[in-house]
């Protein structure tokens, strides 16, 4: 187990860390325009960060000891599709939560 003192230094270090680049962002350059090519950049921020959190549930879910599970993989692949074809946000979600529902239960 990590000694007090380690985990203290690092929360602490985190917490500066997060700190800083928010009050980089929102302190130093808050009051003034930002150019057209970070703001191209920083739209795809969220598209970037939401799948980075999902891969590793979909390839390597814990519920399977980290085994990759062929229904996790297809109800990914579906929900991608959907979401692709729709722009759906809520079609894409509702998707992939049938599909994992259906073959839950889905005789063997």
């Not at 929360?11 to 962002?25: E, K, P």
């Not at 921020?45 to 990759?68: H, M, R, S, Y």
Request: proline letters at 6%; hydrophobic letters at 60%.
């Amino acid at each position: 187990m990590i000694a007090d003192s380690d985990l203290w230094i690092v929360i602490f270090g985190l917490g500066l860390g997060s700190f800083g680049l928010r009050f980089l962002f929102l302190g130093l350059v808050g009051d003034r325009a930002l150019p057209e090519w970070m703001l191209r950049h920083l739209r795809y921020t969220a598209v970037a960060i939401l799948p980075a959190l999902v891969a590793p549930l979909v390839v390597w879910p814990p519920a399977t000891g980290g085994q990759t599970d062929p229904l996790r993989l297809v109800a990914a692949i579906a929900t991608l599709a959907v979401g692709a074809v729709t722009k759906s946000v809520f079609a894409a979600m509702g998707t992939g939560a049938v599909v994992m529902l259906a073959g839950a239960y889905w005789p063997a």
